[in-house]
């Protein structure tokens, strides 16, 4: 009896054996069923996208090559026997019946704005040509006509206000401030943010490149009297002195730890100094903040208007939103990179100012106070509101608040530049003051503080080539 009873518990210990194979098999056989479900659906997307993006593609294609076509003269209208080029509106409504342009893309378009399919900007703007030597009239024909400086380049997606090289070229990144003009009464009415192209004709004057291939700032002490002199960087007892790129790092350094909640990195600085480095190499200049920044959201605007950050606000929040008003990435749809300005961009303009032989005899980067060109009567105004704190089209760079920049003294503090209104013991464009403040101390621990945005270049607009355009007087 045993016997058999062993021989039963075997049998049935096998059969448990073989049910236990048969249900892996075909749990195996489920999970391959639904993994190959899944990589359809996954292909299946790729191939969409890929679709999606090959039509937007071919879209452009057509309605690029439609832009050009009228831009240049050669859509034609026939009417009565005579050859006349297609109506603008025309040619946008057209577009729009055959399905190439949305609704919402026609009406950008007729207000004059730019559309971007595929990522790539289309203007009906009309140019001038041999075709067609008439751009569309004014609506106001008693405005005088001129040319946009032709050795300022404009960004794409940025259009001109006003001004000449040498008083101060205003663009704007809103189509509504186009050829408004750069007098003080038309600032105060601008709706877009604004910036004021700085010449660097010497680009060597403003970087020094490392043997490395890397670059450095030259950064410049300004004395009354005397040229402006590169200050060199030393470190005596440890301390470093004012340089750029920097970056605070080490265990427990506070860009170490602030910059993971930043995106700031010293691979990341330094790649960023770079690009504009390269900008201005390739441009011969750079575009600076028309006036102090406010926060807008998180981002920076450059408009007359209020300053007054919030209580908490530091050196990293400020950073961190100049780079995402017009940032490095496939989001933005602007040929400018935005950046919090850096020393040298500072001294740049500083030393631009002082080739004019009416600032450089008031002696106006060295004592701005004295003739009146910046606020340091102890009380904060709204940026851009007192036309005497303008200098070439750029407000309020002297006094009023302290502006953040990139420029790093020893290894803990950044360096906040052009006095301030509530600091008497400074009182010029060019003052350098660290004075113990580190980037993480708040906008309510210290004077009160801001910056200044500054872009670099990326692709030029040829939206103004070759065409008279109107300057208000």
Not at 58 to 66: F, G, L, P, T
Not at 133 to 140: A, K, Q, S
Not at 371 to 394: A, H, R
Not at 406 to 430: F, H, L, Q
Request: net charge negative; glycine share 8%; with cysteine.
């Amino acid at each position: 009896m045993q016997n058999k009873k062993a021989k039963k518990s075997t049998l049935h210990t096998y059969g448990n054996r073989g049910i236990t194979l048969i249900a892996l098999v075909i749990t195996i056989v489920i999970l391959l069923i639904l993994l190959g479900v899944v990589l359809k659906v996954v292909l299946d997307k790729g191939v969409v996208d890929k679709a999606k993006a090959s039509n937007e593609e071919q879209r452009y294609a057509i309605v690029k090559d439609e832009e050009t076509k009228w831009t240049s003269g050669k859509l034609t209208d026939e009417r009565g026997g005579t050859s006349s080029t297609e109506a603008r509106d025309t040619v946008i409504d057209r577009l729009f019946e055959q399905g190439l342009i949305t609704e919402e893309e026609r009406d950008s378009l007729k207000e004059k704005q730019t559309i971007y399919i595929a990522d790539k900007p289309i203007e009906f703007y009309e140019k001038a040509s041999e075709e067609n030597p008439e751009p569309d009239p004014d609506p106001d024909p008693d405005t005088p006509s001129g040319e946009v400086p032709d050795d300022v380049p404009i960004p794409d997606g940025f259009y001109y206000v006003g001004g000449e090289k040498d008083t101060g070229v205003v663009i704007s990144d809103d189509i509504n401030d186009e050829f408004k003009g750069d007098d003080h009464e038309t600032a105060q009415e601008l709706e877009g943010n604004q910036y004021v192209w700085i010449p660097v004709d010497n680009p060597d004057e403003m970087f020094t490149t490392n043997s490395d291939g890397s670059y450095s700032g030259k950064l410049y002490n300004f004395t009354a009297g005397k040229e402006p002199e590169v200050i060199e960087e030393f470190e005596i007892f440890g301390v470093k002195n004012y340089r750029e790129p920097a970056f605070f790092g080490g265990i427990g350094g506070m860009d170490t730890w602030n910059g993971l909640v930043y995106n700031f990195s010293e691979s990341g600085q330094e790649a960023e100094f770079k690009a504009m480095v390269e900008s201005v190499k390739q441009y011969k200049g750079f575009y600076l903040g028309r006036y102090e920044s406010e926060m807008e959201g998180d981002k920076l605007a450059s408009k007359v208007g209020d300053p007054n950050l919030g209580e908490d606000t530091h050196w990293y929040h400020l950073y961190s939103a100049a780079k995402k008003t017009y940032p490095n990435d496939e989001t933005n749809t602007k040929g400018a990179v935005s950046q919090m300005v850096w020393g040298c961009q500072w001294d740049a303009a500083c030393r631009w100012f002082n080739t004019f032989p009416e600032l450089k005899d008031d002696n106006y980067v060295t004592d701005s106070k004295t003739p009146g060109k910046g606020n340091f009567n102890s009380s904060l105004i709204n940026t851009g509101t007192n036309e005497n704190y303008k200098v070439k089209n750029i407000y309020d760079m002297a006094g009023n608040y302290s502006e953040q920049t990139m420029e790093a003294y020893d290894d803990e503090y950044r360096v906040r530049r052009g006095g301030s209104a509530v600091d008497v013991t400074s009182n010029a464009v060019t003052n350098r003051n660290w004075s113990f403040y580190k980037p993480n101390d708040t906008y309510a621990s210290v004077y009160k503080f801001t910056t200044r945005l500054a872009l670099y270049i990326t692709e030029a607009s040829t939206r103004y080539d070759n065409i008279d355009v109107p300057i208000p007087d």
